[in-house]
T-cell receptor, first 113, second 115 residues
Framework: AQSVTQLGSHVSVSEGALVLLRCNYS??????LFWYVQYPNQGLQLLLK??????LVKGINGFEAEFKKSETSFHLTKPSAHMSDAAEYFC???????????FGKGNQVVVIP | NAGVTQTPKFQVLKTGQSMTLQCAQD?????MYWYRQDPGMGLRLIYY???????DKGEVPNGYNVSRLNKREFSLRLESAAPSQTSVYFC??????????????FGQGTRLTVV
């Protein structure tokens, strides 16, 4: 079954600095990949998704992610962190033709003023 | 358009009690999911239903049962609650047809405490 690895449970970033969250997947074929964000006491909402149309995917709130098949990665970036980016971020994978959806352990992002 | 609705939002159970968490979606999605979220563990899949009439085990199915009542509703039952089942539970739905490339929509969660 597919799986997702996110390293570093807590990530601290200064306001205005680059946000980089790493996601690596394990799957026999290139899967569909997603990044979700969770604000305190809320459900998850979609930031962006990769469905093979383009390797560089732009999402909401200035986030983007690049799919790299050779590295089995789908890292999330944002050039300049804002205080409102403080949240938990999850990478998720869904295999083609299989509706099972698996999540990584998440990254708690703290933005330092 | 309500999306995914979970009830209840909060619940406290005594060890050994049973309860059912309810989930309903109004987006005509085929697939529905139950996850639990624990600190440092991310979201772990308990059960999912790829389409009406089918259910499959996820990573952590022990101690739980599910029912896909119809296309809209997917319930999660704890037959004999244990303190290890204290968690936040999320229901989600996604997909038209095989829909593995579509996004999942989440409910607001049920915070369950077993004492």
């Amino acid at each position: 079954a597919q799986s997702v690895t996110q390293l570093g449970s807590h990530v601290s970033v200064s306001e205005g600095a680059l946000v980089l969250l790493r996601c690596n997947y394990s799957s026999s074929v290139p899967p569909y990949l997603f990044w979700y964000v969770q604000y305190p006491n809320q459900g998850l909402q979609l930031l962006l998704k990769y469905t093979s149309a383009a390797t560089l995917v732009k999402g909401i709130n200035g986030f983007e992610a690049e799919f790299k098949k050779s590295e089995t990665s789908f890292h999330l970036t944002k050039p300049s962190a804002h205080m409102s980016d403080a949240a938990e971020y999850f990478c998720a994978v869904s295999e083609r033709g299989n509706n099972r959806l698996a999540f990584g352990k998440g990254n708690q992002v703290v933005v330092i003023p | 358009n309500a999306g995914v609705t979970q009830t209840p939002k909060f619940q406290v159970l005594k060890t050994g009690q049973s309860m059912t968490l309810q989930c309903a979606q109004d987006m005509n999605h085929n697939s529905m999911y139950w996850y639990r979220q624990d600190p440092g563990m991310g979201l772990r899949l308990i059960y999912y239903s790829a389409s009406e009439g089918t259910t499959d085990k996820g990573e952590v199915p022990n101690g739980y049962n599910v029912s896909r009542l119809n296309k809209r509703e997917f319930s999660l039952r704890l037959e004999s609650a244990a303190p290890s089942q204290t968690s936040v539970y999320f229901c989600a739905s996604k997909g038209y047809g095989r829909g593995s490339n579509t996004e999942a929509f989440f409910g607001q969660g049920t915070r369950l405490t077993v004492v």
